[in-house]
């Protein structure tokens, strides 16, 4: 039967892919292992010419010389042929090698063989798990979660399996990883082979070490042990300036490339044994690993050394030794002892956060079980007891255990730290800076909104984290977060200052958005990109893509999760997202204000007088703006929502699987898929994340627009007809015209509102200071239906304003334009001049309005401007009932680019108003 099986060519001279192969049915172990030594004794000369080529190519690259190695390996392809056990070496170099030319090219064909690094699950596997930039740990879960599922080839199943945990002692997964190794090539049916038998426990444990030793040619043994004996790592990792604790850990994640040696073999044994304890439904020890457990841990220790500091790291231990272990290698350490049954019993606060600080992934390894049994019987305190909820969380999130921690830290700052969250960081970081970074990562918007005892305002909680951000920025200069930091702040000096200024743009903060998707979803994300390259993603129901447990259970669900987290957050976030601007709306009373204020004015006007005057008309006019108004609330009360339980008849829908969103959806997997194939950042792949949002959105901006163009014909159209029977003839062209100029307001009205629910023509916003200045001039007569200025315009009117600029702008002219109506003579000229001015690599623009003041009132206006511009502007956010102009230049003191406000009473019965921007050129 074996000598029909469908081998590839022993040494063959294309790369063969796991679909390429053709698998008979597992055999036995045994049976499995007699086929392949018969192989292996059959080209005994051309392997153990072999096997010293290869080793000698590996000395190359141990003491360094990448490019030589480069070559020597090469030269091996020549000579044996393609395997998967030089892809091991390539990929090691790719990640190893920064150099250009020869090699990086050489390289880049090599994974081109293979079908591109992005389109092989094998070589994928291989090129992550080497990859710092890419989490080892949800890499290895994204491909666990294909395991079983039939998803890949059996064979790629097999090799991405062996790459996490190659000691996995069961008979069934022995025999068919061998077959599949074998039918990649001869030269990875000897590294099976021979690892299995000689460096690995289930060598002895499954008898495979007695079968080789009796059946493989002794010369190839030979060749192996004297070979493949021993390597150094020193030379085969750069040593990191920065993090050199983590070297042991990065060599780690590479160590599947040199498995042949006993020495990577038998380490790599004990950090799987301990890292996978999570995991044994898919990796089963073996039975014989007290041996090496108890052989890499020789020299005792306890949980008190580990929490003492340490002189230096090293890649090189091939035994435990605490004053130069890595911070990987101290994990498992702490996990050994737990697996001892020891505590922490005998450890202080300040020596938990230190040992903490000194290892890594321990909420990972350990279920809340494992973490509650190292603090029995523990003395606590606030500290102590925030390290057990924060590790139990980490080890299986829940909403309960979220809650027990933001009651714990709410309690710590309160009672510990004065009340500031910034002083509990800094403690952290006296232990050490991966306890900050953990802090920092623990505290979203989303954490901190719900520590009602400390925060009690949405602008408090905004306030924490920009300085949560800020300290962290500044303390390890880092730019990205001291910008996130700046940003918030901005942003919220813009919100207080702007007070109830109304915003008629529906809008979504694409930087706080972008900001939570880093936080919150990146690695998610990149997990669920990864899988999609192997397993094709789909779209089922939006119950079961929000359902945790069946994306679990279906991987190919991932990425529509993802996506719909996204959308959800989008839609739903009460700070930045759609829902923060229907809030504005509503609360602030703008619906109702700009919709029915005009309308009642109107029909209350002077001009109508005799018209109202006949009860019967005044009825019907009252009770057609009663129906009119009361549609207008019942929009804002029930339809202009996120929908909800509480609010079902909610017109923007969080969901992605809906017959109207579904084709928008499809488009995102196949777009965020592809550009993740294309070996685009993840980071660039998570800002394609918000257009699709505003895409899937869209769909139920349309019918909201639809909704108001009905709601016009229903309710915002009066009918002559129905009014004239209630006058005499001679009062019909009065109430026909009435009609005509009434309609004509509501039909302005309505189509202004369903320019409010379409999508910004850019993300971040741009206007030319002219239409901004319609915008405001426009929305001031509304309010006050006497101002009708005359425009007179001057000066450059094309210079654009973007981003923040743009709302800064627009609440300048909105304040001084507000002032011009309010003292002005209300249908007098009113000039509106700009002047630009480029000095060095500055642009300053000018902006000035010049109004006729009301006769009467020179010497009040003064008095009054005079005050505004001289009085404290400290609390000018929060005090009302004033004019604006205190608002305008606190907005100047705090934006850089405002660099003057003037207000100026002229002897010639003139008052002008002048701000004065200055931005960079280009």
């Given at each position: 039967?074996?000598?029909?099986?469908?081998?590839?060519?022993?040494?063959?001279?294309q790369?063969?892919?796991?679909?390429?192969?053709?698998?008979?049915?597992?055999?036995?172990?045994?049976?499995?292992l007699?086929?392949?030594?018969?192989?292996?004794?059959?080209?005994?000369?051309?392997?153990?010419?072999?096997?010293?080529?290869?080793?000698?190519?590996?000395?190359?690259?141990?003491?360094?010389?990448?490019?030589?190695?480069?070559?020597?390996?090469?030269?091996?392809i020549?000579?044996?042929?393609?395997?998967?056990?030089?892809?091991?070496?390539?990929?090691?170099?790719?990640?190893?090698?920064?150099?250009?030319?020869?090699?990086?090219?050489?390289?880049?064909?090599?994974?081109?063989?293979?079908?591109?690094?992005?389109?092989?699950?094998?070589t994928?596997?291989?090129?992550?798990?080497?990859?710092?930039t890419?989490?080892?740990?949800?890499?290895?879960?994204?491909?666990?979660?294909?395991?079983?599922?039939?998803?890949?080839?059996?064979?790629?199943?097999?090799?991405?399996?062996?790459?996490?945990?190659?000691?996995?002692?069961?008979?069934?997964?022995?025999?068919?990883?061998?077959?599949?190794?074998?039918?990649?090539?001869?030269?990875?049916?000897?590294?099976?082979?021979?690892?299995?038998?000689?460096?690995?426990?289930?060598?002895?444990?499954?008898?495979?070490?007695?079968?080789?030793?009796?059946?493989?040619?002794?010369?190839?043994?030979?060749?192996?042990?004297?070979?493949?004996?021993?390597?150094?790592?020193?030379?085969?990792?750069?040593?990191?300036?920065?993090?050199?604790?983590?070297?042991?850990?990065?060599?780690?994640?590479?160590?599947?490339?040199?498995?042949?040696?006993?020495?990577?073999?038998?380490?790599?044994?004990?950090?799987?044994?301990?890292?996978?304890?999570?995991?044994?439904?898919?990796?089963?020890?073996?039975?014989?690993?007290?041996?090496?457990?108890?052989?890499?841990?020789?020299?005792?220790?306890?949980?008190?050394?580990?929490?003492?500091?340490?002189?230096?790291?090293?890649?090189?231990?091939?035994?435990?030794?605490?004053?130069?272990?890595?911070?990987?290698?101290?994990?498992?350490?702490?996990?050994?002892?737990?697996?001892?049954?020891?505590?922490?019993?005998?450890?202080?606060?300040?020596q938990?956060?230190?040992?903490?600080?000194?290892?890594?992934?321990?909420?990972?390894?350990?279920?809340?079980?494992?973490?509650?049994?190292?603090?029995?019987?523990?003395p606590?305190?606030?500290?102590?007891?925030?390290?057990?909820?924060?590790?139990?969380?980490?080890?299986?999130?829940?909403?309960?255990?979220?809650?027990?921690?933001?009651?714990?830290?709410?309690?710590l700052?309160?009672?510990?730290?004065?009340?500031?969250?910034?002083?509990?960081?800094?403690?952290?970081?006296?232990?050490?800076?991966?306890?900050?970074?953990?802090?920092?990562?623990?505290?979203?918007?989303?954490?901190?909104?719900?520590?009602?005892?400390?925060?009690?305002?949405?602008?408090?909680?905004?306030?924490?984290?920009?300085?949560?951000?800020?300290?962290?920025?500044?303390?390890?200069?880092?730019?990205?977060?001291?910008?996130?930091?700046?940003?918030?702040?901005?942003?919220?000096?813009?919100?207080?200052?702007?007070?109830?200024?109304?915003?008629?743009?529906i809008?979504?903060?694409?930087?706080r958005?972008?900001?939570?998707?880093?936080?919150?979803?990146?690695?998610?994300?990149?997990?669920?990109?990864?899988?999609?390259?192997?397993?094709?993603?789909?779209?089922?129901?939006?119950?079961?893509?929000?359902?945790?447990?069946?994306?679990?259970?279906?991987?190919?669900?991932?990425?529509?999760?993802v996506?719909?987290?996204?959308?959800?957050?989008?839609?739903?976030?009460?700070?930045?997202?759609?829902d923060?601007?229907?809030?504005?709306?509503i609360?602030?009373?703008?619906?109702?204000?700009?919709?029915?204020?005009?309308?009642?004015?109107?029909?209350?006007?002077?001009?109508?007088?005799?018209?109202?005057?006949?009860?019967?008309?005044?009825?019907?006019?009252d009770?057609?703006?009663?129906?009119?108004?009361?549609?207008?609330?019942?929009?804002?009360?029930?339809?202009?929502?996120?929908?909800?339980?509480?609010?079902?008849?909610?017109?923007?829908?969080?969901?992605?699987?809906?017959?109207?969103?579904?084709?928008?959806?499809?488009?995102?997997?196949?777009?965020?898929?592809?550009?993740?194939?294309?070996?685009?950042?993840?980071?660039?792949?998570?800002?394609?994340?918000?257009d699709?949002?505003w895409?899937?959105?869209?769909?139920?901006?349309?019918?909201?627009?639809?909704?108001?163009?009905?709601?016009?014909?229903d309710?915002?159209?009066?009918?002559?007809?129905?009014?004239?029977?209630?006058?005499?003839?001679?009062?019909?062209?009065?109430?026909?015209?009435?009609?005509?100029?009434?309609?004509?307001?509501?039909?302005?009205?309505?189509?202004?509102?369903?320019?409010?629910?379409?999508?910004?023509?850019?993300?971040?916003?741009?206007?030319?200071?002219?239409?901004?200045?319609?915008?405001?001039?426009?929305?001031?007569?509304?309010?006050?239906?006497?101002?009708?200025?005359?425009?007179?315009?001057?000066?450059?009117?094309?210079?654009?304003?973007?981003?923040?600029?743009?709302?800064?702008?627009?609440?300048?002219?909105?304040?001084?334009?507000?002032?011009?109506?309010?003292?002005?003579?209300?249908?007098?000229?009113?000039?509106?001049?700009?002047?630009?001015?480029?000095?060095?690599?500055?642009?300053?623009?000018?902006?000035?309005?010049?109004?006729?003041?009301?006769?009467?009132?020179?010497?009040?206006?003064?008095?009054?401007?005079?005050?505004?511009?001289?009085?404290?502007?400290?609390?000018?956010?929060?005090?009302?009932?004033?004019?604006?102009?205190?608002?305008?230049?606190?907005?100047?003191?705090?934006?850089?680019?405002?660099?003057n406000?003037?207000?100026?009473?002229?002897?010639?019965?003139?008052?002008?108003?002048?701000?004065?921007?200055?931005?960079?050129?280009?």
């Open positions: 039967m074996f000598s029909k099986r469908p081998h590839t060519d022993k040494f063959p001279k790369p063969v892919t796991s679909a390429g192969v053709v698998r008979l049915a597992d055999v036995s172990l045994s049976h499995e007699s086929a392949q030594i018969a192989r292996l004794n059959s080209e005994k000369s051309k392997l153990c010419d072999f096997i010293q080529k290869f080793g000698n190519a590996n000395r190359l690259a141990e003491t360094g010389r990448s490019n030589e190695a480069l070559g020597a390996y090469i030269q091996i020549a000579e044996f042929g393609y395997s998967n056990w030089l892809l091991r070496k390539f990929v090691f170099l790719n990640n190893r090698t920064r150099d250009g030319g020869s090699i990086a090219s050489t390289i880049e064909t090599y994974f081109s063989a293979h079908s591109g690094k992005r389109m092989n699950p094998i994928m596997a291989l090129y992550d798990m080497m990859d710092d890419v989490s080892y740990w949800g890499m290895r879960r994204s491909f666990s979660a294909v395991f079983g599922q039939q998803k890949i080839s059996q064979t790629s199943e097999d090799i991405v399996k062996f790459f996490f945990y190659p000691h996995n002692a069961q008979a069934g997964v022995l025999s068919s990883t061998i077959q599949s190794f074998s039918l990649l090539s001869l030269a990875d049916t000897l590294f099976i082979v021979c690892f299995y038998a000689f460096n690995s426990p289930v060598g002895t444990e499954f008898g495979i070490t007695e079968i080789v030793e009796q059946y493989l040619d002794p010369e190839i043994i030979k060749f192996w042990s004297d070979t493949f004996g021993k390597i150094n790592t020193l030379n085969l990792i750069e040593v990191s300036r920065d993090e050199p604790e983590h070297d042991d850990f990065r060599f780690y994640r590479r160590s599947c490339a040199w498995l042949e040696y006993g020495n990577i073999a038998s380490k790599r044994f004990v950090f799987d044994y301990y890292s996978s304890m999570r995991s044994q439904e898919l990796f089963r020890t073996s039975l014989h690993a007290t041996e090496r457990l108890n052989e890499f841990f020789a020299e005792p220790f306890d949980m008190k050394l580990l929490a003492s500091s340490y002189s230096s790291t090293s890649v090189e231990q091939t035994t435990f030794h605490h004053a130069s272990a890595g911070m990987f290698a101290r994990s498992i350490a702490l996990l050994h002892l737990a697996r001892l049954g020891n505590t922490f019993a005998d450890l202080r606060s300040h938990l956060l230190k040992l903490l600080n000194q290892t890594r992934d321990i909420a990972m390894f350990l279920d809340p079980d494992a973490i509650s049994a190292l603090f029995y019987e523990y606590h305190d606030r500290m102590s007891k925030y390290l057990e909820l924060i590790l139990k969380h980490d080890s299986q999130p829940s909403n309960i255990g979220e809650h027990a921690v933001r009651r714990v830290v709410q309690d700052i309160i009672e510990n730290y004065d009340s500031d969250i910034v002083k509990l960081a800094d403690s952290f970081n006296d232990q050490g800076r991966h306890l900050a970074e953990h802090f920092l990562s623990t505290c979203t918007e989303n954490f901190l909104v719900q520590l009602y005892q400390l925060y009690h305002q949405a602008k408090d909680v905004v306030e924490a984290k920009a300085s949560l951000l800020e300290w962290y920025g500044k303390k390890f200069d880092d730019r990205v977060t001291t910008e996130r930091a700046h940003s918030l702040r901005l942003d919220l000096k813009l919100q207080d200052i702007r007070g109830d200024f109304n915003e008629n743009r809008y979504v903060d694409p930087v958005f972008g900001q939570w998707v880093e936080d919150k979803l990146i690695d998610d994300l990149r997990e669920a990109c990864r899988i999609a390259l192997v397993v094709p993603q789909v779209i089922t129901t939006n119950e079961e893509i929000a359902d945790p447990l069946k994306v679990r259970q279906d991987v190919s669900l991932r990425l529509a999760s996506i719909l987290r996204a959308f959800t957050e989008f839609c739903t976030n009460k700070f930045y997202g759609i923060s601007y229907i809030g504005r709306r609360r602030h009373g703008t619906l109702r204000g700009y919709m029915v204020s005009e309308v009642s004015a109107f029909i209350d006007g002077p001009e109508f007088k005799d018209l109202r005057s006949v009860v019967a008309f005044r009825d019907a006019t009770q057609w703006l009663e129906r009119y108004a009361n549609a207008i609330d019942h929009f804002g009360l029930e339809r202009l929502h996120v929908k909800s339980r509480s609010k079902p008849s909610g017109a923007i829908m969080a969901e992605i699987a809906s017959i109207d969103k579904r084709n928008t959806t499809q488009a995102a997997l196949t777009d965020l898929t592809e550009k993740y194939r294309a070996d685009a950042s993840i980071s660039s792949i998570a800002k394609v994340l918000i699709y949002s895409l899937l959105v869209e769909k139920d901006l349309e019918n909201l627009r639809a909704y108001v163009d009905r709601m016009r014909a309710v915002g159209v009066i009918n002559p007809s129905d009014l004239t029977p209630l006058l005499d003839t001679s009062k019909h062209p009065l109430a026909r015209d009435f009609c005509h100029r009434l309609n004509a307001i509501t039909l302005q009205k309505f189509k202004d509102a369903t320019r409010w629910f379409s999508k910004p023509s850019n993300a971040i916003p741009s206007a030319p200071i002219s239409l901004l200045f319609d915008a405001v001039v426009r929305e001031i007569m509304e309010q006050e239906p006497k101002f009708k200025p005359k425009i007179v315009r001057s000066g450059d009117t094309t210079v654009i304003f973007m981003g923040s600029r743009y709302h800064y702008v627009y609440d300048v002219l909105e304040v001084l334009v507000a002032n011009v109506a309010e003292h002005g003579v209300a249908d007098g000229d009113l000039i509106f001049d700009i002047v630009t001015a480029d000095i060095k690599r500055e642009r300053k623009i000018v902006l000035t309005l010049t109004s006729l003041i009301k006769p009467g009132e020179i010497e009040f206006v003064r008095a009054q401007l005079q005050h505004a511009m001289e009085a404290d502007i400290d609390n000018a956010m929060v005090e009302e009932g004033f004019s604006g102009i205190r608002k305008v230049r606190k907005l100047a003191q705090e934006v850089d680019e405002i660099t406000i003037e207000a100026l009473v002229h002897h010639d019965d003139r008052v002008t108003f002048r701000a004065t921007f200055t931005t960079a050129i280009g």
